[in-house]
């Protein structure tokens, strides 16, 4: 039997060796690239921070610090006359807090009669605006219509026009000798004092079929108010309001139900109309689910909006206590009665309700289809 010869052990040695060093040297090419790529990394994140720097030192000046500064002054009794630093300043802790939600008397059921006013308002106001806006875009989206630019920016107008200018407007229309209740005249109907009658629309309905007398279980107080005057319904006034902010903020909304009416694919529309879908059908199943993006983000930002109604009311009258709102009841009670630590509690409070109330929205209404 022939034996092969085996491998030169000196050539195994040295290929052996040489690999290692192959793997040394790759090793150490890595090595200092990666510092160099921490060093650019590093260089990088400064001259970022450095950029952005100027922005953060606005919002520091002028976000941040108004707020810590209002946090304080919520715990305090400061005047707004002096520094709410001086020494005539005292801090009362929770007192601004207790007196609002669990001391009777006039500042909780100021508090309360603004957050039911406000509560309607909301009510009333995000469903109205939402399916407006949604029926708007769908009208001006269809391509069969004539026009399309023309109905698009008359729908947009009520929206960039001044607030002030419109409510002025509407306050005139829905005076006791305006036009509205003189066109209700000429069908007999004699129109309520709308700005300044503070009776709920429901319980005047119910005054109507006959309940004069409320029940017992209604005199129990909530926030300073009766669950009696909970249930009311919105005052007069406010229903002006409600008609107000559904006409003007319907527009801004339907630009948003327009651009995802857009986006929606028309094979997808063709594909169900083949199937044998009616035009309500394929508006149901099909697309009412494809715009559940814009939806989420029109009744979020309907939801925090509504809350933070103030320009209107105030021009409806300041003493007028049919419209009452926290965002206005804060301003009230800091710039007219000097009261600004608790006019300070009212905005947290009111912070507060608003990102509560909008989680539960996010959590009710998903964004996502498959959810």
Not at 207 to 233: C, Y
Request: proline share 5%; hydrophobic share 50%; glycine share 10%.
């Amino acid at each position: 039997m022939t034996t092969l010869p085996g491998p030169d052990p000196d050539l195994l040695a040295g290929t052996a060796a040489g690999a290692r060093r192959s793997r040394r040297h790759r090793l150490g090419r890595r090595l200092v690239g990666r510092g160099r790529g921490n060093g650019a990394t590093a260089g990088q994140n400064v001259g970022g921070w450095l950029f952005v720097s100027p922005a953060l030192g606005i919002l520091m000046v002028f976000l941040v610090v108004p707020i810590c500064l209002a946090i304080y002054v919520s715990f305090t009794d400061w005047s707004g006359v002096t520094s709410p630093f001086a020494s005539t300043v005292h801090g009362v802790g929770f007192s601004n807090y207790a007196s609002l939600l669990t001391q009777p008397g006039l500042s909780q059921q100021l508090f309360g009669t603004s957050l039911r006013d406000n509560l309607y308002y909301v009510l009333f106001v995000v469903p109205l605006q939402t399916a407006l806006a949604l029926w708007l875009a769908v009208v001006v989206n269809n391509r069969f219509l004539r026009g399309r630019g023309l109905f698009r920016l008359a729908f947009y107008f009520p929206s960039v026009t001044s607030s002030v200018a419109i409510t002025t407007v509407f306050i005139f229309l829905f005076q006791g000798s305006g036009a509205v209740n003189k066109v209700l005249r000429v069908f007999g109907i004699t129109g309520p004092n709308w700005l300044y009658d503070s009776r709920g629309i429901f319980s005047v309905a119910l005054n109507n079929l006959g309940v004069h007398n409320p029940p017992a279980w209604s005199g129990h107080l909530f926030l300073g108010i009766s669950l009696w005057q909970w249930l009311a319904g919105p005052s007069f006034g406010m229903c002006v309001l409600i008609i107000l902010a559904t006409w003007t903020t319907s527009g801004t909304f339907m630009l948003l139900f327009l651009a995802a009416l857009q986006g929606v694919s028309p094979e997808v529309e063709e594909a169900s109309e083949i199937d044998g879908a009616s035009s309500w059908q394929r508006f149901r199943h099909v697309t009412l689910p494809m715009l559940r993006p814009a939806l989420v983000l029109v009744l979020t930002l309907g939801f925090i909006g509504t809350w933070q109604v103030f320009d209107q009311v105030t021009l409806v009258g300041p003493y007028n206590q049919t419209t009452y709102t926290p965002a206005y009841l804060s301003y009230y009670v800091s710039f007219q009665d000097n009261q600004f630590g608790q006019g300070a509690a009212i905005a947290f409070l009111l912070f507060a309700l608003i990102v509560i109330v909008t989680l539960i929205q996010r959590r009710l209404v998903k964004e996502d289809l498959t959810q």
